[in-house]
Structure formats: structure tokens, C-alpha cells
């Protein structure tokens, strides 16, 4: 059983210091609102007071701090896991210390399954062309055996014979596996994708930290077939990078995040993903302000396709780094089910959160406090309740809507508006907005549908 040491400066460890910029890009990045206030930001000592001697959780008391002044960054990573569904907090020290070394064998086991399949993965290098074709015909590109250790030896796409001048190897080479086929065409996306994530911090002039994200990027498309990788998916891992130094932990946490958003990546010929999400924030806004929604409609933004990145990199692009931590901690918060784990486990992993489930009889302070009042008011439908990130993007088109009625002429005009929000945005305040609107829209449903039953 292990607990971790503090040291005498962990309590004044700013957020700053933690998530360093490049001295040639501190111009470029917005600048961190978030600040830890004493009595209100969940402090190391307050954390280390809410466990028993055995290790459970006192969750409800950790909760209320984090929603009001987020998690001093010292001890993010380990309140995250529990947030993220991770842990129970019910669970002992012991119990956690076992949970954690077989996730680790088992993301262990899941790298060396992909390392088989392709040798970059675990390597230390990161693939930026395409090293197969559609037809699972193997890529000898130059630049790829310029970046990347070469594939040879491998169980499935080794290849040891000449090309064909064309940097393509001969066809005796085919891979026939389409799902291995799909893996590999992801990864120089990923790569690529991962050299342009948060590339202002100094965390990540450390090739290591790239190839690290690049690894657990590429473990994931494996393990979740449905989805695989998608852009934006790298925004959303590299803070798990950033925070826990084991690179399995910061896989399952991704995961575990994952487990609330893969639905926003789930894309068919017929519909975006993320399309609930907006077609929820088009009824919030025509309840709560019709007058700005009638307008979005004219400028023909009635589909809300201009809030299709809030949705999928959870504000990353509108927040510094350090608040952006801020905005998602006090959400996991206030959405906190202390039966997330639990359901978590029982579904298994790369799959969607169970939606629509009956709790466990708990007390109803161990929910966060947006939890409560959709158990309050019944809003947790069988498709579950309307994600709290939804009620974010709708306090950012309220804040905004005098400014949206008086000068948006088009959709330039309204992205260009929109876009002015970064780096403007408060996470303690919009968290707030969030929090107001939400109980609103619930009294405007629950007596509009009052108003039906009588007539």
C-alpha cells in the first residue's frame, strides 16, 4: 500500500510553474484566469483529510470544494482519477494499488498487441506520412524511415522485399485484415496531429511526452474499433500527459474521459456525432432566448454547426491550459455519479457511458450538484441527461447575444464574434451561467408541460 508524500511546498506550487510556456509563444496563448484561493480551491490537505485510515473517499466534502474553486494542481492528478470514474471512492488504498496494476498489465498488454502489429508503436517515434495504402499494400516512404524506426519483423506488415520505385512494396506484402488496415491508415494522422497539440508548452519540447501521446493515441484506435481516431482526440488526452507521469494512468483516465465523449466521434453518412449535443443546445436556446435563436436561423446557423469544436475539445481552444484544467474539473464535479465507476466496469472498456441507469440508493451529496437536480427533476431520460457542456455553450451564446442580435449580418459574422470569446472566457463564471440556465430551462420545460396536461 502506497501513499503518496507531500512535500512542505506542495500547498504554494503555482499553476503557472506547473504548465510552462515557450518563452516564443506566451504572446499567442490567452492568460490563465484560474488562481488557487485559499478555503475555496480543494487544497493537499484538505484531499489528504477526506480519506479514512483504509482509504475511502469522503467524496461529497471533496466535491463542494472542487465546484467551488476547482483542485490546487498538485494533486490533480490523483482527484482526477477519481472525477473520471477511475476509482470508487468507496474503494480502499489496497484496493485501489491492485485496480491500478492490472490496468497497467493490461495496457501493457494492449501497447505489445499494437507493437506487433507495426513496430513504431513503443519505439519513441512518431509516423507522420502514411505507411499503408487502402488496398493493405505496405508504404516504404522515405520520410517515414527518415522520423520512424523501419516495420520489418512484424507479425502482420513486415516486409523485406523491394518496392516498386513508387515507395509502395511489392503486393506479396498485402495486408488482408481490414481492421489492421484501418489501424495503420490512422497513425501518421495521429502523429500529425499530436506535433501540432499544445506545442506553446515546454512539457512538450520533450520528444519522449510527443511519443508518449502518440502511443496511447494509437493503443486507443485499436482497442476501440467503432470509433478509432478522430481529430481532436489528441486535445483531449495530452492534460492526461501532462498530469500523471505512468503512461498507462493517463491512458485509462483518457479512456475513462472517452467513456462521456466518444458519442461526439461516432460519425455515420447520415448524421455528425456530436449532433445531439447541438440539436439539444437549439432547444435550450429556443426556449431560453427564441428571439436569438430565430435570428441564428436567418443568418443560417439554425444547425448551431458553429459550436462544433466547444463540443468536441471541451473548450480547449477558447481556454489557456491551466484553465482549461480548471473549466473541465469543476464540470466532472458537478456532473459527478458516484456510481460511475462501478458502471464503468460492469460495461468494460472503449464504450459509451451506460445511460439512463438507476442509481444505487446513495445519499445524494455524493452527486455533483448538476447530478442533483436532473435526479431532482427527472431529467435523467432514457437517452440520460443533457451533458453540462451543452448548458456551457448556451451561457456563451446568452453572454453574447445582444452582440449576436445587433451585429452578426452572416455566419462570418457570427464565427468571427464567437471566436472573440477566446481567451475572454471565465470558467468559474461560465460554470455559473451554466448552473442558472440549466435550472431555468428545467422550470420553463416542467411548466410548459404542466400547461399541456391541463389543456
Not at 512535500?7 to 510553474?17: G, Y
Not at 507493437?115 to 499494400?137: F, L, N, W, Y
Not at 439512463?356 to 446513495?362: F, M, S
Request: overall charge neutral.
Amino acid at each position: 500500500m502506497m501513499r503518496r508524500r507531500w512535500s512542505k511546498d506542495s500547498e504554494t506550487d503555482s499553476s503557472s510553474s506547473l504548465y510552462q510556456l515557450r518563452p516564443d509563444c506566451a504572446s499567442n496563448v490567452p492568460d490563465t484566469k484560474f488562481k488557487i484561493k485559499v478555503g475555496r480551491t480543494l487544497s493537499v490537505r484538505k484531499w489528504q483529510a477526506a480519506f479514512t485510515q483504509q482509504g475511502n473517499l469522503h467524496i461529497a466534502s471533496v466535491l463542494s470544494r472542487i465546484q467551488r474553486g476547482g483542485v490546487h494542481p498538485a494533486i490533480r492528478n490523483e482527484v482526477w482519477e477519481f472525477l473520471l470514474g477511475c476509482f470508487d471512492p468507496d474503494s480502499t488504498f489496497d484496493e485501489r494499488d491492485h485496480i491500478r496494476n492490472t490496468r497497467r498489465m493490461q495496457y501493457a498488454r494492449w501497447k505489445e498487441q499494437c507493437r506487433d502489429m507495426d513496430s513504431h508503436v513503443g519505439s519513441g517515434k512518431i509516423i507522420t506520412a502514411p505507411i499503408i495504402t487502402e488496398d493493405g499494400v505496405p508504404i516504404k516512404d522515405p520520410l517515414v524511415l527518415l522520423e520512424a524506426t523501419s516495420d520489418q519483423g512484424t507479425s502482420q506488415g513486415g516486409s523485406t522485399s523491394s518496392n516498386n520505385g513508387n515507395g509502395v512494396a511489392e503486393s506479396v506484402d498485402r495486408l488482408t485484415d481490414k481492421q489492421i488496415i484501418e489501424w495503420k491508415l490512422t497513425l501518421h494522422q495521429i502523429g500529425l496531429d499530436v506535433l501540432r497539440t499544445d506545442r506553446s508548452m515546454v512539457f512538450y519540447e520533450k520528444k519522449e511526452n510527443l511519443s508518449k501521446l502518440w502511443d496511447i493515441l494509437a493503443v486507443y484506435a485499436w482497442i476501440d474499433k467503432e470509433v478509432g481516431y478522430c481529430q481532436g482526440m489528441s486535445d483531449l488526452c495530452s492534460p492526461m500527459i501532462v498530469l500523471l507521469n505512468d503512461e498507462a494512468d493517463a491512458f485509462w483516465c483518457f479512456e475513462r474521459l472517452m467513456r462521456r465523449l466518444r458519442g461526439n466521434f461516432r460519425c455515420t453518412q447520415q448524421s455528425v456525432g456530436v449532433e445531439n449535443q447541438l440539436q439539444h443546445l437549439a432547444s435550450i436556446i429556443q426556449v431560453l432566448d427564441p428571439k436569438l435563436h430565430d435570428h441564428l436561423e436567418t443568418l443560417g446557423g439554425g444547425d448551431y454547426l458553429f459550436a462544433f469544436r466547444m463540443f468536441m475539445v471541451l473548450f480547449r481552444r477558447e481556454l489557456s491550459f491551466g484553465d482549461s484544467l480548471y473549466l473541465w474539473e469543476m464540470m466532472w464535479a458537478l456532473e459527478y455519479d458516484p456510481d460511475m465507476f462501478s458502471t464503468y466496469e460492469e460495461a468494460g472498456a472503449a464504450t459509451d457511458r451506460t445511460q439512463g441507469h438507476k442509481p444505487r440508493v446513495k445519499s445524494t451529496r455524493q452527486f455533483g450538484k448538476y447530478e442533483r437536480a436532473n435526479l431532482k427533476n427527472g431529467a435523467n431520460a432514457v437517452d440520460g441527461p443533457v451533458p453540462i457542456s451543452v448548458f456551457l455553450v448556451a451561457s456563451v451564446l446568452k453572454e453574447n447575444s445582444q452582440k449576436l442580435l445587433q451585429e452578426a449580418r452572416g455566419l462570418d459574422d457570427l464565427i468571427r464574434i464567437l471566436n472573440n470569446v477566446n481567451g475572454n472566457l471565465d470558467a468559474k463564471k461560465a460554470c455559473e451561467a451554466a448552473l442558472k440556465l440549466h435550472a431555468k430551462y428545467l422550470r420553463k420545460v416542467t411548466s410548459y408541460a404542466g400547461k399541456e396536461t391541463l389543456t
